[in-house]
């Protein structure tokens, strides 16, 4: 199975808003509710962020929220602060009964 | 609050077989899928595998051949095996809960495993 398409890298400046797209296909993305975002800090553990689309975990900021259209997600973070650097991993369920995961995008705040 | 937590050994020989146990503790292993995830370093997460705490599993395509995932509910445990391991397979190891579909709602803190020739 193949890596969902990420960007490498986007940035902004405190307040902005932000958007990173995650690219699949009608096997994974395009096929499902099932996508999920990760905010990923250096050394630590991926923390779940975004689950089915659009849904934030409790506790998570409501800065955060999530789309889908067609085979493409996307996640954005509006009024960046200087914590939400880091790197930013989509996933997704899969036809083959997998999930699979994003390459990974690495978040600069200016 | 559930907790994950990985154990193993850091360092395995070109070859061999990468043995990693996952302990879940403050929740019942049962009623859930487990998954092991690892992220090479200064790379992108890949998915592994899973298991459900009925003993169904599932592993990525291209590790299918060399995966083992195995569950143990007395000791609310699960296990990786990877064998023939190789430089490639140099990784921090997660374990994680999927709760539902594609949803890792809880990880272990990870652990590198560093394959050596």
């Known amino acids: 199975q193949s890596a969902l398409t990420q960007p490498a890298s986007v940035s902004g400046s405190p307040g902005q808003s932000i958007t990173i797209s995650c690219t699949g296909t009608r096997s994974d993305v395009g096929g499902y509710k099932w996508v999920s975002w990760y905010q990923q800090h250096p050394g630590k553990a991926p923390k779940l962020i975004i689950y089915?689309?659009?849904n934030r975990p409790s506790g998570v900021s409501n800065r955060f929220s999530g789309s889908k259209s067609g085979n493409t997600a996307s996640l954005t973070i509006s009024g960046l602060q200087a914590e939400d650097e880091a790197d930013y991993y989509c996933?997704?369920?899969?036809?083959?009964?997998?999930?699979?995961f994003g390459g990974g995008t690495k978040l600069t705040v200016l | 609050q559930v907790q994950l937590q990985e154990s193993g050994p850091g360092l395995v020989k070109a070859s061999e077989t990468l043995s990693l146990t996952c302990t879940v503790s403050g929740g019942s292993i049962t009623g859930y899928y487990w998954s092991w995830i690892r992220q090479p370093p200064g790379k992108g997460l890949e998915w592994i595998g899973f298991?459900?705490?009925?003993?169904?599993?599932n592993s990525n395509p291209s590790l299918k051949s060399r995966v083992t995932i195995s569950v143990d509910t007395s000791k609310n445990q699960f296990s990786l095996k990877l064998s023939s391991v190789t430089a490639a397979d140099t990784a921090v190891y997660y374990c994680?809960?999927?709760?539902?579909?594609?949803?890792?709602?809880?990880w272990g803190q990870g652990t590198l495993v560093t394959v050596s020739s």
């Open positions: 996933s997704s369920y899969t036809t083959s009964i997998t999930e699979v």
């Open positions: 298991i459900y705490y009925g003993g169904s599993t």
């Open positions: 089915e689309v659009s």
């Open positions: 994680a809960r999927r709760n539902g579909y594609n949803r890792f709602d809880y």
